[in-house]
């Protein structure tokens, strides 16, 4: 069983607010991913890690922001939010030093509103 | 990347054997079939993936045509919660030094009805 968390699971906020979605997982994997998903909708990556201090950005343009101190924990920050955030946000991580870098574990992840 | 097509929606009676097809006709080899799968509301699951032999696992069967221009996900006792929707992905498994992301497209959605 996957061992990677998000939180919070459900957020709503008012717009221009800063928020910080937490991604951790216990796995020691090296890879980290976030991807944005609207309902019925398919995944998009926005952000995706190497490694610690090594962030890319991914195929769908973010305002959004990322960090790797510690291969654990990849944060995901919005500045300012705005009605647009709005979607749900999952985390993933993988091990490719196993020798297969597609076999990503997601997290629950978290679903944003943005009033 | 090959392109996969899967039916957009499939029903099937709990206990029963579901099977989910995708065809990726322009599967090249070195190309993985990986499934994943969907419950509403939460993240994507990994179910199981190969390369050309068929594969087993505690959650499904994956078949494998011989040409691999196809390929079927099975599990063999469907229960409620297996209702989702199933993905099928083609993809290069590259060398640890490049991190790939996964494309899901739209996929299968899976009822059980009991």
């Known amino acids: 069983e996957a061992d990677i968390y998000q939180t919070p699971r459900y957020l709503v906020i008012g717009t221009g607010k800063k928020i910080t979605l937490e991604c951790s997982q216990t796995?020691?994997?090296?890879?980290m991913y976030w991807y944005q998903q609207d309902p019925g909708m398919e995944l998009h990556l926005i952000h995706y890690?190497?490694?610690?201090?090594?962030?890319e950005k991914g195929d769908l343009s973010s305002e959004s922001t990322v960090s790797r101190i510690r291969t654990e924990h990849f944060p995901l920050t919005l500045e300012s939010a705005r009605p647009s955030h709005t979607s749900q946000y999952l985390c993933?991580?993988?091990?490719?030093?196993?020798?297969?870098?597609?076999?990503?574990?997601f997290g629950p992840g978290t679903r944003l509103t943005v009033l | 990347d090959a392109k996969t097509t899967q039916p957009p929606s499939m029903d099937c009676a709990e206990g029963r054997a579901a099977n989910l097809p995708c065809n990726h006709s322009?599967?090249?080899?070195?190309?993985?079939v990986y499934w994943y799968r969907q419950i509403h509301s939460q993240g994507p699951q990994y179910i199981i993936h190969?390369?050309?032999n068929n594969e087993t696992n505690e959650m499904a069967s994956l078949i494998i045509t011989e040409d691999r221009k196809s390929s079927t996900l099975i599990l063999p006792h469907a229960t409620l919660r297996d209702t989702a929707v199933y993905y099928c992905?083609?993809?290069?498994?590259?060398?640890?030094?490049?991190?790939?992301?996964?494309?899901f497209g739209s996929g299968t959605q899976l009822t059980v009805l009991p």
């Open positions: 322009t599967i090249s080899g070195n190309e993985y």
């Open positions: 796995m020691g994997h090296d890879k």
């Open positions: 190969g390369l050309k």
């Open positions: 890690s190497y490694g610690v201090n090594s962030t």
């Open positions: 992905i083609v993809r290069v498994a590259l060398s640890s030094g490049s991190a790939r992301q996964l494309t």
């Open positions: 993933a991580s993988s091990d490719t030093r196993q020798g297969n870098p597609f076999l990503q574990f």
